[in-house]
């Protein structure tokens, strides 16, 4: 399989509950991103990662906790969530210097209840 | 600081007329510039890119941009819409050569197709 994959497409939860998002890229990619897009709102980068390392943390409440166990791999962990953090999140990749681009996942479609 | 601003959060053209998009970017050095499109319920995907080449850049699907450095501006066009290009588009700039750097995204523009 090629590009990026997001798993699940789409997810329901209560404001309690534990869950994980997942990105995966075989792109050969060393640099993977979360971002965060709310309906009427521009797309806000959540964090960063270049060669499993975090780069950047733009300001994300903890209740996000990012986790890249290697560079093909992203996930997104999520505690304790409010209902205005429900939006699409969207997981891209990119060579380390993004010179082509970011290739995206179609994304998480999240509701927080 | 660089950033991006997208005149018009909506366009609407009829089918065969000209779509005009536009983007003006602030940056203090040379920047890589790209459009993306978004359809409904979907990520982003790359239209095209300017990297400093070519200052005429073609895309998929027919459109094309202008890279300007008088004007900041980075104005993406197409002939003739077509009804399937209804969606949404965000111009994006980044710095040259930062490892994982971070784009930076447009509101974006809403482009509406009618028959």
């Known amino acids: 399989e090629t590009g990026v994959t997001q798993t699940p497409r789409h997810l329901v939860m209560g404001m309690t509950n534990k869950k994980s998002l997942k990105c995966e890229q075989h792109l050969g990619h060393n640099a993977m991103y979360w971002y965060k897009q709310s309906a009427k709102k521009p797309l806000e980068l959540m964090f960063v990662?270049?060669?499993?390392?975090?780069?950047e943390n733009n300001s994300v409440p903890s209740r996000f906790s990012p986790e890249c166990p290697n560079s093909s791999h992203l996930f997104l962990h999520l505690h304790t969530l409010q209902p205005e953090d429900s939006a699409l999140y969207l997981c891209?990749?990119?060579?380390?210097?993004?010179?082509?681009?970011?290739?995206f996942g179609s994304g998480t479609r999240l509701t927080v209840v | 600081a660089q950033s991006v601003t997208q005149l018009g959060s909506h366009v609407s053209v009829s089918e065969g007329a000209l779509v005009l998009l536009r983007c003006n970017y602030s940056?203090?050095?040379?920047?890589?510039l790209f459009w993306y499109v978004q359809y409904p319920n979907q990520g982003l995907q790359l239209l095209l890119k300017y990297t400093s080449a070519a200052t005429l850049v073609k895309g998929i699907n027919g459109f094309e941009a202008e890279f300007k450095k008088s004007e900041t501006s980075f104005h993406l066009t197409k002939p003739s819409a077509h009804m399937s290009d209804a969606a949404e588009y965000f111009c994006a700039v980044s710095d040259l050569g930062q490892a994982g750097t971070a784009l930076i995204f447009g509101k974006g523009t809403t482009l509406s197709v009618s028959s």
């Open positions: 990662y270049n060669f499993k390392e975090q780069t």
């Open positions: 940056s203090s050095v040379p920047p890589y």
């Open positions: 891209a990749s990119s060579q380390d210097n993004a010179v082509g681009g970011y290739t």
